[in-house]
């Protein structure tokens, strides 16, 4: 069964500084991945997503991802962060043959410090 | 593109009573929505998965008689929840995916509280 780890929930940064959020999955096929993010009482917002090629993936608001299969990771990070990226990070696997279906991870709350 | 709404953003009711939360993809045809709960601090937990004009496939442990879920058409998706109880109340997501794209696009999400 597919499964994904987001080993911090919780990650205090300062404005600035840059972030990086794990993400780990288990999967016997490559997977589709994505990572959303969520401010408290919305909805999730795509920021980017993994399909095939690249490894190196750009989204929005500055933030990217790897693929690496070797170490089953697709690790989110954000050079430098601003105020307004404090929010509850979620990853998620998806797989072709699943009708779509998505298994999130945990979430990792990130809060910035001034 | 891709934006997907939700109605209510909140709504309250009483024990005994049910409710209906409407789920609209605005832009683009939603051959599959997705219907989650989220308790609090917590992740999103699937609770079905609708193709239009089909029955909706119900995950482990959901009662389908009580989270009646109908995909009529391919921009709306309804989820009642039926003879609500307090342990009801939680964060009600949908989301739906056009064509064979796998990414899914998510409404702003229902607050559901019951008394």
């Known amino acids: 069964a597919q499964s994904v780890t987001q080993p911090d929930i919780h990650i205090t940064v300062s404005e600035g500084a840059s972030l990086e959020l794990r993400c780990n999955y288990s999967?016997?096929?490559?997977?589709?991945l994505f990572w959303y993010v969520q401010s408290p009482g919305q909805g999730l917002q795509l920021l980017l997503k993994y399909f095939s090629g690249d490894t190196l993936v750009q989204g929005i608001k500055g933030f990217e991802a790897e693929f690496k299969r070797s170490q089953s990771s697709f690790n989110l990070r954000k050079p430098s962060v601003h105020w307004s990226d404090a929010a509850e990070y979620f990853c998620?696997?998806?797989?072709?043959?699943?009708?779509?279906?998505?298994?999130f991870g945990a979430g990792t709350q990130v809060v910035v410090t001034p | 593109g891709a934006v997907v709404s939700q109605h209510p953003s909140r709504v309250i009711c009483k024990s005994g009573t049910s409710v209906k939360i409407e789920c609209r993809s605005l832009d683009f045809q939603a051959t599959t929505m997705f219907w989650y709960r989220q308790f609090p601090k917590q992740s999103l937990m699937l609770m079905a998965t609708?193709?239009?004009?089909?029955?909706?496939?119900?995950e482990q442990g959901v009662e389908k008689d009580k989270f009646l879920i109908n995909h009529a058409s391919l921009t709306l998706s309804t989820l009642t929840v039926t003879s609500a109880h307090p342990e009801d109340s939680s964060f009600y997501i949908c989301?739906?995916?056009?064509?064979?794209?796998?990414?899914?696009?998510f409404g702003p999400g229902t607050r559901l509280t019951v008394l």
């Open positions: 609708s193709n239009e004009g089909s029955k909706a496939t119900y």
């Open positions: 998620a696997v998806g797989a072709a043959d699943s009708w779509g279906k998505l298994q």
């Open positions: 989301s739906a995916r056009g064509g064979l794209a796998p990414e899914q696009f």
């Open positions: 999967y016997g096929a490559t997977p589709y």
